[in-house]
């Protein structure tokens, strides 16, 4: 995991040398906090206890280039429609949400029932990645405009580290006793692992200064593993379980205009 965390940071590494060889630009910072709802085995798909049930929180620091200004000249750079209308942004983010059972089942009074409620979960992830923000409008018309609006929509990738935790208050996970039958015998784990994921973005700045502004975004971002959450039936005989993990973001930020 390590190994390939190292290997993402020198890949961004030499997007970064790569575009500062050919472009000139500045440099923004900021940072976010928000709410998380991860959609995955624990609780039943569009169900809106387990939406608005597991949910959790995030933060994370960013990191802008501004194609539209050249730091080094102080001036901005020639009109153009890519560098009046795209930011390249990377971004450190870690989120983290406790997990339930909800739905129908939850509330049988069985034995399955009670297996349900008794099972339950906590996820963390830590992201590394990159996005492209497209602004419609024009970026440099928005860097002198205090009290404007920039929307954008961005689409990237990230790399996901995540940490699960899996557990039964009935007692130890394995058992007929303890355990829901669609998750023996492998349909759970405690283990952790990593994985990539994709993340579609759309969002407004608001100017408050010449040097910084505030943002909100809601974010989409699709796992390519099913074990984010530590629960996984298998799909070749539980004909529902077709979908990796997933979830939704809603953050509130401040960026700083650097250089």
Do not use: C
């Not at 020639?78 to 983290?96: A, G, P, W």
């Not at 039936?233 to 973001?249: H, L, Y």
Request: charged letters at 20%.
């Amino acid at each position: 995991m390590i190994k390939k965390a190292k290997y993402l940071l020198i890949f961004l590494l030499g997007i970064h040398s790569s575009i500062k060889a050919q472009f000139g630009f500045s440099h923004e910072i900021g940072a976010f906090v928000g709410g998380v709802a991860l959609q995955s085995d624990f609780g039943v798909k569009n169900d809106f206890n387990t939406n608005v049930g597991n949910t959790g929180f995030a933060v994370g620091f960013v990191h802008y280039l501004d194609f539209s200004f050249d730091a080094r000249s102080r001036t901005y750079n020639q009109v153009d429609f890519f560098n009046s209308h795209f930011k390249l942004r990377t971004e450190l983010s870690y989120n983290s949400t406790k997990l339930n059972h909800f739905g129908e089942f939850v509330n049988k009074e069985s034995i399955y029932g009670e297996q349900l409620r008794a099972m339950k979960g906590h996820s963390k992830v830590f992201d590394i990645g990159m996005q492209l923000e497209y602004y419609p409008f024009s970026t440099r018309a928005f860097s002198v405009s205090d009290g404007s609006f920039a929307p954008y929509i961005g689409f990237g990738a990230h790399y996901s580290s995540f940490d699960n935790n899996v557990y039964s208050e009935l007692g130890t996970l394995g058992t007929p006793l303890t355990t829901y039958p669609r998750y023996l015998p492998n349909g759970y784990s405690s283990k952790g692992g990593s994985t990539w994921s994709m993340v579609t973005t759309i969002g407004t700045r608001y100017k408050i200064s010449p040097l910084s502004d505030l943002f909100v975004e809601l974010r989409w971002q699709y796992y390519f593993s099913d074990w984010v959450d530590g629960l996984r039936k298998d799909p070749e005989i539980w004909k529902e379980n077709k979908s990796n993990d997933w979830n939704v973001w809603f953050n509130f930020g401040y960026i700083y205009y650097i250089s």
